[in-house]
């Protein structure tokens, strides 16, 4: 039996109250065995997990169609490992009162009112049709504050959460630019690459019409057709700092001829060892540059980063509090490996649970945790650094579209990942410390919707 502890005014009492109850009033309890659908006993239907063999195989290299441009994969070496105290290295203590929070709605910053529509931006008449075309009408915080300033070429700093729209924030002013004089060139460098698929996919959608081209620069696809691509003549640049820097050292991208650089989600790429390859990429480029750097967090080494390559920068910050207030947060207490799998299949029944990320720390268990679920009807996929690019490329898109239930992943291969409709993240494995936390609850709850984070924990 395990019970799930709602959240209370003290740790102790929340520990008092523990109770066999869902944070939706469902009963949990594995003792119950009842053979109706829903409990964890009741397998689902034999239709079993996502077939590898469905979907697209198309790999990921740069296309010459207008607007289009390759991914590939494999970024750089991963980030260093978290701490283990089995390998002798610390791991951080975190309090479970940070995973209970039933206040979902509540939140400690003034709400902002956008004060224009795209429509006002001073924008090229097809762009706007674009943007129109995509349902985009009124902006978002981030985009209201930073399209004007990048309009204006100025240096921006942007401290936003993943899913605030920053994306757009930096393309539909970039984008304008390259429209005005075919000749600008932009480069945008992201942590992930997924996230520079994201990136590519919302170029293509925004230049529709425009004869630009883009090519994606990131690991794993042949480096060859993607010096084919730059040679052939591209407007904007899209790659890990890897990459990228790869390229550069070959002498198929030069530095001088971009004019405007994006670091997306910088804290991450310092966070996963890019600090000197970013370095070296900003100091190749003019000084007369235009940089944007868009950030989750503001540390000091971003900071420093801003210092030494921006010029008088305008920061915008739309950071809300810490932990998310559109996700309802709980704990589960579970004893051993057999009870925490069972419960887990149990919340898996739940029909309001259609797309869930799992969190685990090793990729050895996150292949071992996608079996187990397929085995027991679960449509689920692993996604790790292990992994062939098209695996990865398809486990996110199944589980974009639907066509799986749960995508168990690493917290590396998880970043970047932007899927606006996650129902339900669990934290299979705890954290190593409050920060990776807040990164994996952020990945639902988005899009005014509220989202559900669950995390396992030893019972006491």
């Given amino acids: 039996m395990y019970t799930i502890t709602t959240g209370g005014p003290s740790s102790s ?4 109250r523990s109770r066999s109850q869902s944070p939706h009033g469902r009963s949990y309890s594995p003792s119950s065995s009842s053979s109706r659908e829903g409990g964890y006993s009741h397998p689902r239907s034999s239709q079993g997990g996502y077939s590898r063999d469905g979907g697209s195989s198309r790999g990921g290299y740069s296309s010459r169609a207008p607007s289009r441009g390759g991914y590939a994969t494999r970024g750089r070496s991963p980030a260093p490992r978290a701490f283990n105290a089995k390998r002798g290295f610390r791991k951080d203590y975190i309090d479970e009162k940070l995973f209970i929070n039933k206040e979902a709605g509540v939140t400690e910053t003034d709400h902002y009112t956008p004060k224009h529509k795209f429509t006002d931006f001073n924008i090229a008449e097809l762009l706007s049709a674009n943007l129109t075309a995509k349902g985009l009408t009124s902006p978002s915080p981030i985009q209201d504050q930073a399209i004007p300033e990048v309009l204006l070429g100025k240096d921006v700093i942007g401290i936003a959460s993943t899913g605030t729209g920053k994306t757009a924030a930096f393309l539909i002013p970039l984008i304008n630019k390259l429209v005005a004089d075919n000749n600008h060139k932009m480069m945008i460098l992201c942590p992930t690459r997924e996230l520079a698929m994201q990136v590519e996919a919302e170029f293509v959608a925004f ?100 210092t030494d390559f921006l010029n008088n920068p305008i920061t915008i910050s739309v950071k809300t509090r810490d932990t998310a207030s559109s996700v309802m947060q709980d704990v589960i207490r579970v004893n051993g490996d057999n009870e925490k799998v069972e419960a887990l299949h149990e919340i898996l029944l739940k029909p309001e649970y259609s797309k869930v990320l799992i969190f685990r720390e090793m990729k050895r268990h996150v292949d071992g945790l996608a079996t187990e679920l397929t085995k027991r009807g679960f449509k689920a996929l692993a996604l790790h650094g292990d992994m062939h690019n098209r695996e990865r490329e398809r486990a996110v898109k199944a589980l974009e579209a639907g066509k799986v239930q749960v995508v168990i992943a690493t917290d590396v291969a998880a970043r970047g990942l932007d899927i606006s409709d996650i129902s339900l993240v669990v934290n299979y494995d705890i954290p190593n410390n409050y920060e990776t936390y807040i990164h994996r609850i952020g990945r639902t709850g988005r899009a005014k919707k509220i989202g559900s984070a669950l995390t396992f924990v030893p019972r006491r």
Avoid: H, W
């Fill in 13 to 16: 009492e929340a520990g008092s």
């Fill in 207 to 306: 230049t529709r019409g425009m004869k630009l081209f883009s090519v994606s620069c990131v690991g794993g696809a042949p480096i060859m057709r993607q010096i084919k691509e730059l040679e052939l003549g591209v407007n904007a640049v899209i790659g890990t700092p890897g990459r990228v820097k790869d390229l550069i050292e070959r002498g198929k991208i030069k530095m001088d001829y971009f004019d405007s650089i994006v670091l997306d989600e910088a804290d991450r790429m310092l966070d996963m060892g890019f600090i000197d390859d970013m370095r070296s990429i900003l100091g190749a480029m003019p000084k007369t540059k235009q940089g944007l750097f868009f950030s989750a967090t503001f540390s000091p080494d971003i900071k420093r980063l801003c």
